[in-house]
């Protein structure tokens, strides 16, 4: 894809919007992760960044932004994102999905891994090559996806998604949340959504996991033009906490969110009370989310974790 956020990013995409919920909650999360890796003035690896988030909104922060990532495209996009944004401290590199990094041990004053470790072949792995290019006392801040969030009637999804006028994209989620796990096939059929919709929903009444039958999808056998199926391990707080203490970082913290803090912020202001201007925004966000992200949180709450080496 050529976004991975949709264009939705904040700075990175669109102006900032004073009155988008979700344009807080991205400052929220740049200085969750600026406080969280200590990293004004350093050297910082972003593992992971998708469409250069976080590490194209840090890097006028810090020192130094290194990306990585396992696909090439998204690397391009990246770098491609600097080059427009005017950002010379950060760098964007593939690396191919579960093998070593190409860094020095203690290479990196802080780590921030958003939605990533569970993307890759081995987790506790990465961590252990997270672990081991992070200089000591340095800190690694995990925001990761809690399949928990799922529990109770979003175990088992499924989405229609139009490609063109003759082309569509069908995604099929199945978590099994206590097992930490989840696979998404994707099935693209040559035939516009509306046919597609009309094949499945002959015995019901809207869309469902449960109405893509192995029959069904026999029969559509000749219109369809590619499968792909990901398997994925999810580790919930309560398997990275012990993995990452095992693996040898001196302190594990799971703590609040500052994206989750700028909502909460958000929200307690009317519309015509609401600070208009990033800058003042900034201000307010600064000094409470420091505070905010070294608060300890209940395992799975607000889904991140620092860990110290």
């Known amino acids: 894809m050529d976004s991975q956020s949709g264009c939705s990013l904040p700075i990175i ?5 004073a009155n988008e919920e979700s344009h807080w909650q991205d400052r929220g999360s740049l200085f969750d992760y600026l406080f969280s890796t200590e990293g004004a ?17 840090v890097a006028p922060f810090v020192d130094e ?9 998204r690397v391009e996009i990246c770098a491609e994102n600097a080059r427009r944004m005017g950002i010379s401290n950060v760098r964007f590199i593939w690396v191919k999905p579960g093998t070593p990094l190409p860094f020095q041990n203690n290479s990196f004053d802080g780590v921030m891994a958003a939605s990533s470790i569970e993307q890759t072949p081995d987790p506790k792995a990465t961590l252990q090559e997270l672990y081991r290019i992070l200089r000591s006392g340095g800190h690694l801040r995990i925001g990761y996806e809690d399949l928990g969030r799922y ?6 999804e499924a989405h229609l998604d139009k490609i063109d006028d003759h082309m569509c994209w069908l995604t099929l989620y199945d ?12 099935i693209a059929f040559s035939l516009p959504n509306e046919k597609v919709i009309k094949f499945f929903l002959e015995n019901g009444d809207s869309l469902s996991f449960d109405l893509i039958t192995i029959p069904l999808l026999e029969k559509a056998f000749p219109s369809i033009t590619e499968t792909l199926l990901c398997s994925l391990t999810h580790p919930s707080g309560k398997t990275f906490v012990p993995w990452l203490k ?8 799971p ?3 500052g994206a989750w803090f700028a909502e909460q912020l958000f929200a307690q202001y009317s519309e015509g009370t609401r600070p208009s201007d990033i800058d003042t ?8 989310v420091k505070i905010v992200v070294q608060m300890a949180a209940p395992i799975n709450e607000n889904p991140m974790i620092t860990a110290i080496k």
């Open 13 to 17: 995409y669109q102006p900032f919007d």
């Open 41 to 57: 003035g350093k050297r910082l690896l972003d593992f992971g960044p998708g469409d250069g988030w976080p590490s194209l909104i």
């Open 65 to 73: 932004v290194v990306g990585v990532d396992g696909s090439l495209h």
């Open 255 to 257: 703590s609040h969110s």
């Open 281 to 288: 925004i900034d201000s307010i966000l600064r000094s409470l």
């Open 246 to 253: 095992e693996i040898g970082f001196r302190e594990v913290v």
């Open 175 to 186: 978590r099994h949340i206590d097992q930490e796990f989840a696979r998404m096939y994707r």
């Open 151 to 156: 529990r109770n009637n979003q175990e088992q």
